[in-house]
């Protein structure tokens, strides 16, 4: 098999961010991995969930992948993130299921998460957010600091009916 070793140049660098506005995404998946380990730290204290998103129902911009951050030290987040999704989070069937202290989960499962021989990043998610679809407003944010120009997500639009939760309408920092 012959492999091309010529590239152009959106293959080399990505594909430029979109306008910023409103879009359609849906998600194919979630990409977990453990956040980088910090100086001092013997292990990682927190995951990326990297959700798979894509951006759909746009001629121009069709099957564009956008990078949602959505980090396990956000978790408001993950709640604007699950309710764009038309869901809500779980409680978790724990001893505090029902009380004040309960716990909340993404819906859905992590295939292999309760497994501590399988790496997080192999781990599957299982759920209703498969393939779900949400509205966000994508931002754009120019190179700064080594890094490049990219779309951020400014707010994730609530799709859950009669929600009294408050979300945030600017996730971004600065
Ligand atoms: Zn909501």
């Known amino acids: 098999m012959a492999f091309s070793m ?13 306008p910023v506005g409103v879009y359609t995404l849906q998600l194919k998946g979630f990409k977990q991995k453990p956040a980088k380990i910090k100086e001092g730290q013997t292990e990682s ?23 949602p951050g959505l980090n396990t030290k956000a978790p408001w987040i993950i709640v604007d993130f699950v309710h764009a999704c038309g869901l809500t989070m779980e409680e978790v069937q724990n001893e505090n299921a029902g009380t004040e202290k309960a716990d909340f989960t993404i819906p859905g499962v992590f295939v292999g998460s309760e497994d501590p021989s399988v790496k997080p990043e192999d781990w599957k998610y299982q759920g209703p957010l498969l393939n779900a679809t949400m509205e966000v407003e994508l931002a754009f944010t120019p190179a700064t600091g080594g890094y490049k120009e990219k779309n951020e997500v400014r707010q994730y639009i609530c799709k859950v009916p009669g929600c009294t939760e408050k979300h945030s309408t600017n996730l971004i920092r600065g």
Not at 10 to 17: H, I
Request: glycine share 8%; hydrophobic share 35%; proline share 8%.
């Open 6 to 18: 010529n590239f152009q140049k959106e293959q080399l660098t990505g594909a430029p961010p979109v």
């Open 45 to 67: 204290e927190s995951m990326n969930l990297n959700p798979d998103v894509v951006i759909i129902g746009n001629a121009e911009y069709e099957g564009r992948k956008v990078f």
